[in-house]
């Protein structure tokens, strides 16, 4: 398995609260990827980053922020969690041209 | 848009079964093509891969996919399932160098009875 660790694995919170989500990675890979995974919609994108503080939004970035100041880690943030962001959330990784993308283990969020 | 869409939202089948699962895209230009399966509770894990070449595509654990161009389909197949192939199975695809920028279909949950 690819060397991507998701923090922490499962994290329960309350509505309004911030919430940080961590991937790092151990393969030096350029790009990485934040999805959440909900029934019925499969994987949908979050945000994405080819490198180095240069990061852009997926499909599903509303309420949600992300940062990469070192090339091993990509953070995720809900700035202020809602119910609808209950869901698992997977970080991946890929080192680009004719490379599948690699899971973490995900993080399941919950907000009540 | 550029979508990707499975046609089985749940398949039972008994062991020794033949699989088939469809995938169809909607993209413009080059595609790249992947199934992913995902165990209770895990992550994904990557099945097989489509970036080129011969269109008849093996992968892990006796899966194969045929990328047929001209129907946008990219449909898994297996001759002989086991229980233990129980699992939801995931369709992918990225357009041209939009590396790991995935539409995901749906998934299709597969139940194989002993």
């Known amino acids: ?112 | 848009a550029q979508s990707v869409s499975q046609h089985n939202h749940h398949v039972i089948l008994s062991e020794a079964a033949s699989l088939e699962l469809g995938c169809n895209y909607s993209y413009g230009g080059t595609v790249n093509l992947f199934w992913y399966v995902q165990y209770p509770g895990q992550h994904l894990q990557l099945l097989l891969k489509y970036f080129s070449g011969d269109p008849l595509v093996k992968g892990i654990k006796g899966f194969e996919a045929e990328f047929i161009k001209s129907k946008f389909s990219f449909n898994l197949r297996k001759p002989s399932v086991q229980w233990s192939d129980t699992a939801e199975y995931f369709c992918a695809a990225y357009g041209g160098t939009s590396y790991g920028k995935l539409t995901f279909g749906q998934g299709t949950i597969l139940t194989v009875h002993p």
Not at chain 1, 27 to 37: A, I, L, S, T, V
């Open chain 1, 1 to 112: 398995d690819a060397g991507i660790t998701q923090s922490p694995r499962h994290k329960v919170t309350e509505t309004g609260t911030p919430v940080t989500l961590r991937c790092h990675q151990t393969e030096n890979h350029r790009y990485m990827y934040w999805y959440r995974q909900d029934p019925g919609h499969g994987l949908r994108l979050i945000h994405y980053s080819y490198g180095v503080k240069d990061t852009d939004k997926g499909e599903v970035s509303d309420g949600y922020s992300v940062s990469r100041s070192k090339t091993e880690d990509f953070l995720l943030t809900l700035e202020s969690a809602t119910s609808s962001q209950t869901s698992v959330y997977f970080c991946a990784i890929t080192a680009g041209y004719n490379s599948p993308l690699h899971f973490g283990n995900g993080t399941r969020l919950t907000v009540t």
